[in-house]
Each structure stands twice: as C-alpha cells, then as structure tokens.
C-alpha cells in the first residue's frame, strides 16, 4: 500500500501541468493521508511565484496544513528566482537532495 508520494513539478505557472500537480498533491494529502512531499525543479520553482490566484491559493494551504514543498536551489539560482520570493514555508534544497527525497518515497508523480 501507498503511504507517501513525490511530487515532482517542472512546469512554470500557467502551464496546466503546475496547477494539475499541485491539486493532486492536495488532493492526496488530504484525502487520502499520504505523506506527499512537492518538489519544484527546472522551471518548476516559477510556479510558486504567483501574486494571487488559484495556484497560489492551493500552495498556501498545503503548506498551511504542514506540508513539505521543496525548490532546488541549483534551479532557483539558474532562473534568478530569488529564494526570498517563494511563500513561507518553501524550504530550498541543493539538487544533491532531491534523490533522496524521492527514495524515501512509496510513489513518485511528475508534472
């Protein structure tokens, strides 16, 4: 049985694929208690950048419900996101970690 799941999000914001991964990450933390960590790489780590909206919304309560979001540092820094933009509560990781983060994991989705 599963009991915890990787989100893995690659997509910057407007991409489908960015809000579909933060809505199955929400949608497995909450209704299906999983431990479900989010992961934004590449271009990914734009997607939590948002002023307002959906998007920005769904983050905010994932991480409002102690979820874990992580950002790659190595991709923030590629892209000239400052880590300081990112909604509290985003912790940043060097890339060395991501692998990790996905052994640790029963199940692993891509966005």
């Known amino acids: 049985m599963i009991s915890s799941c990787s989100v893995i ?3 910057p914001m407007g991409a489908e694929a960015a809000t579909l991964g933060v809505r199955a990450a929400w949608a497995m933390f909450t209704n299906a ?4 960590s989010i992961i934004l790489m590449g271009d990914g780590v734009y997607s939590a950048l948002g002023k ?29 996101v400052d ?29």
């Open 52 to 80: 307002d909206g959906y998007i920005k919304q769904m983050y905010e309560r994932f991480i409002g419900q102690d979820g874990n979001v992580y950002a790659v540092q190595e991709d923030l820094q590629a892209r000239g």
């Open 83 to 111: 880590a300081k933009t990112l909604p509290q509560g985003v912790s940043v990781i060097p890339a060395s970690q991501v692998s990790g983060l996905v052994e640790d994991s029963d199940s692993i989705m891509t966005f």
């Open 9 to 11: 999000i690659r997509k």
């Open 33 to 36: 208690s999983l431990d479900v």
